[in-house]
């Protein structure tokens, strides 16, 4: 059984139930309503009144229907020719029709592969020759930017499309046909509505078989992709349904997949909005007022509550709203409760690897900040090991708390409000003289283990090695008394902007490799609400040279940096491009080693960042 049948066994038992309802805005012409009625600015529907965002309920799919369309289309697929292990480029936004092939897609025994496709040519070009797909899903207007008549238009606006319509492979498109779409693609919709195949073919066995790839990170040269199995994929979604506390019958309003596709299979509806919250706050915000739950990147939720404390919409938030997928800080947290009290806030921890893996209410990781980020209690059937030997560690260079020494700001239980502590009036009244302090807690990378755990990176699987029996975060951590895992660092350089890693190691090389270019060092910048600017520091050839006497002088706007960041489109992947590029006089060094000091660095820059720290 995988989370497939279970979904689809879910629908077969409340087949009029909503399972997807699909927002979309007023220009959206043709659209079916939703059942029910409008009446005063609320959508009264199946599902009882509810406010509604002012766009049109564009589309609604019951369970009944969403089973028949995944079953007939994962039947039109196999007659089309796919066969168990095909691997399916998928770029399709979510709405219906893309919710039903994916899933459709698995049914059927394919693989879903997230590629970016706003990625630069070269890496694209390097994750299809990894990839090796033998079909395409992809929305016709993404056909008709990338290789059809608005392809001018995309270049015009500095997006650099790959020409998916040259793909060699078979096509598959949602949406109205556009030019671009290839001659012999088809429709998506075409896979349910025109009897292409039979919904009662057999069903391969999906468990342990490959069903997820997500392109995370990497270079042109070794793209790096994490696999997950039908198993661990609906290990994740399981975990992902006691995160969001989702149950029959509740309302889940997200663009995000991971949220969505636990709430159907509980039975509940997923609310798709017509646009992100990045590109429609006000919108998103209106939409997702009182809904059950909803699971937002930390700069979408500074976008939701920029609009709500600017009065452009009320200020109601949902039940409960998990923020993850990149650190969520205490002063994000401190903020949304501020601003949306009636809201449950979450902090959710983990990675694409390993996904959940722990979770905190809001109100404790604000009252544990003084001890490191607190990223909560592993989740039912995650496993923690704190890897002591990765690194000679010391916490308390770290900031652990030893519990051996008492926190200032906490008050002394043997010491009268108001009164000094007497350092011998305490030697005297020391209950158990013999006693040894305890040693704080050991402090080491933290590796995950669980139901959600990856098969492994897909570069190793196609190679034969085995698969993934646990995850090395990169993140130095160690588990309070209570079994809480407290970050305190991270024992690799990443820097997380979005929900996008970057790992400064893999394209630095490439930029000293510029004209002009001595040295050239990639920080991330933290700002309030937990992401990161990333910025780039050069040297000049000539220069002073890395470890020059004196504290660096950055400056923006030089001839190197103007030149460096006109070239960098060139040799860095999309999503590693800097946010800005600055000049150096000389690289500070630290360590040993003598490498580069980076915390240094980004103190240096963060005022020309335009943030501060977090």
């Known amino acids: 059984m995988t989370f497939v049948d279970d979904l689809l066994a879910v629908a077969r038992a409340s087949p009029d139930a909503v399972a997807l309802r699909w927002f979309g805005g007023d220009w959206f012409g043709g659209g079916r309503f939703a059942r029910g009625r409008f009446a005063g600015g609320r959508f009264s529907g199946p599902d009882g009144d509810r406010r509604h965002d002012g766009a049109r309920v564009r ?6 229907e969403l089973a028949e369309r995944v079953e007939r289309a994962a039947g039109g697929l196999r007659a089309q020719g796919m066969e168990p292990g095909d691997r399916v480029l998928y770029s399709i936004r979510p709405r219906p029709e893309g919710v039903i092939l994916c899933l459709a897609i698995l049914r059927a025994g394919g693989v879903v592969v997230f590629v970016d496709p706003g990625s630069t040519s070269e890496l694209f070009a390097a994750r299809i020759a990894a990839a090796r797909p033998r079909w395409a899903a992809t929305e016709a207007l993404l056909y008709a930017a990338s290789s059809g008549p608005l392809r001018g238009i995309a270049r015009s606006r500095g997006l650099l499309l790959p020409d998916y319509g040259r793909l060699p492979v078979r096509h598959l498109y949602a949406g109205p046909w556009l030019p671009g779409v290839p001659r012999r693609a088809r429709r998506v919709a075409s896979l349910w509505t025109a009897g292409l195949g039979s919904a009662s073919g057999p069903v391969p066995e999906l468990d342990d078989r490959e069903a997820l790839v997500v392109f995370t990170s990497g270079t042109t040269s070794d793209p790096k992709a994490v696999v997950h199995t039908a198993r661990t994929l609906g290990g994740m979604l399981d975990l992902f349904a006691q995160v969001g506390d989702l149950r029959p019958g509740q309302r889940a309003y997200t663009d995000q997949l991971f949220l969505g596709l636990p709430a159907i299979v509980t039975g509940g509806t997923w609310e798709i909005p017509a646009r992100t919250p990045k590109d429609a706050p006000e919108a998103f915000a209106r939409g997702v007022a009182g809904a059950d739950s909803s699971f937002l990147v930390p700069a979408d939720v500074t976008a939701l509550l920029d609009v709500v404390e600017a009065g452009e919409v009320p200020a109601e938030g949902p039940t409960v709203l998990a923020v993850g997928a990149a650190p969520v800080t205490v002063a ?8 949306l009290p009636g809201t449950r806030w979450i902090a959710v921890y983990g990675a694409t690897e390993i996904l959940p893996a722990a979770m905190t209410e809001a109100d404790e990781k604000i009252a544990a900040a003084a001890a490191g980020d607190l990223v909560g209690r592993p989740l039912p059937g995650i496993g923690v090991r704190i890897d002591t030997a990765v690194a000679d560690l010391d916490s308390s260079d770290l900031g652990v708390p030893d519990p051996g020494v008492p926190d200032p700001g906490v008050p002394d239980p043997g010491v009268p409000d108001g009164d000094a502590p007497n350092p011998d009036a305490a030697d005297l009244e020391d209950p158990d003289p013999g006693a040894t302090d305890p040693e704080p807690p050991p402090v080491g990378e933290l590796v995950l283990t669980g139901p959600s755990l990856m ?24 588990q309070d008394a209570d079994g809480r895992i407290v970050l305190v660092g991270r024992n690799r350089d990443m820097i997380i902007r979005g929900t996008v890693n970057i790992y400064p190691g893999l394209f630095e090389p490439r930029l000293r490799d510029l004209p002009g270019v001595a040295e050239a060092v990639l920080v991330g910048v933290p700002v309030p609400d937990g992401d ?23 400056r923006t706007g030089t001839d190197l940096a103007r030149a460096v960041a006109d070239r960098v489109p060139h040799v860095l992947d999309h999503g590693a491009l800097p946010d800005l590029v600055v000049e150096a006089s000389h690289l500070p060094l630290a360590g040993r080693s003598r490498k580069p000091d980076r915390r240094a660095l980004v103190s240096l820059v963060s005022p020309l960042a335009g943030t501060v720290r977090a």
């Open 455 to 478: 098969a492994g990176y897909l570069s190793d699987l196609d190679a034969g090695k085995p698969r993934a029996t646990e995850h090395r975060t990169g993140d130095l951590a160690f």
């Open 332 to 339: 994000l947290l401190e903020r949304g409760r501020r601003v």
């Open 59 to 64: 589309e609604e799919v019951t369970f009944g």
């Open 532 to 554: 990161e600017r990333v910025v780039l520091v050069v040297t000049a050839e000539g220069g002073i040279g890395a470890g020059g006497a004196g504290t660096p002088q950055v």
